[in-house]
């Protein structure tokens, strides 16, 4: 591991660890490293006005509210965020595909030189799975829908072709390789239901919002999936 990479580990090691103290032998063995050497990198971070305290043998502990400096990523980071933004580029709706591509164009921009062949010859690829299916809603609606809790009143036809008008709150949006699903709680069948976006005929976004907060409902609504998952 380059040094650099080791005193950026080192920082986020004591970020988690929140306010609680931790030890150089416990960075020491996250890292695969000597003790030692972690005394000397705290050493010279401190000296570089990173906000650490602690001593020798009671431990270290990064105080709340210090910010890194941007974009200070690993080689793995790096390859972690390019995978990911090159599958969202490839499978995503129009709105994240090109959000994906400029992320990519960004990281390329500001990275250091010697990480530049991560971008401009990647080891790492997605493959394309097939055309996906025509989203029959603005997706940055649903997204902003979701953000603030509106409900959407939608024409829905099921996988037989049957129609029916709902009421829904969406909480998440699950990518697949050619289809998205709007996870939601139906009004209609008052429990949580999957709604794919080629399906939909037509939608509104209403004035109304669900009380329960989203990330309640994801809970919920995850629970209830792996209770399925068990039967």
């Given at each position: 591991m380059r040094r650099s990479d080791r005193l950026f580990q080192i920082i986020q090691v004591l970020r988690s660890a929140s306010r609680n103290p931790i030890t150089a032998g416990q960075?020491?063995?996250e890292l695969e490293t000597s003790v030692r050497t972690i005394y000397r990198d705290i050493a010279d971070l401190m000296a570089q006005r990173v906000?650490?305290?602690?001593?020798?043998?009671?431990?270290?502990?990064?105080?709340?509210g210090y910010d890194m400096p941007p974009l200070m990523l690993t080689e793995e980071e790096v390859e972690a965020a390019l995978l990911g933004a090159q599958w969202v580029a490839t499978q995503g709706d129009i709105g994240l595909a090109n959000s994906a591509r400029d992320l990519i164009s960004k990281i390329g921009a500001v990275i250091p030189d010697e990480m530049q062949s991560i971008v401009l010859e990647p080891i790492t690829?997605?493959?394309?799975?097939g055309e996906a299916e025509v989203d029959n809603i603005d997706m940055q609606s649903l997204r902003n829908a979701i953000r603030h809790r509106n409900k959407l009143n939608i024409s829905y036809k099921d996988a037989k072709d049957i129609p029916s008008a709902r009421i829904i709150w969406p909480i998440a949006i699950a990518y697949f390789s050619t289809v998205r699903l709007?996870?939601?709680?139906?009004?209609m069948r008052n429990d949580f239901r999957h709604f794919r976006t080629d399906r939909i005929n037509s939608w509104e976004a209403l004035d109304d919002k669900f009380i329960k907060s989203v990330s309640a409902l994801r809970n919920e609504w995850w629970d209830k999936e792996k209770n399925k998952s068990t039967l």
């Open positions: 960075i020491a063995e906000p650490i305290r602690g001593e020798t043998g009671v431990g270290y502990v990064l105080e709340s690829m997605t493959p394309k799975f709007i996870i939601a709680w139906c009004e």
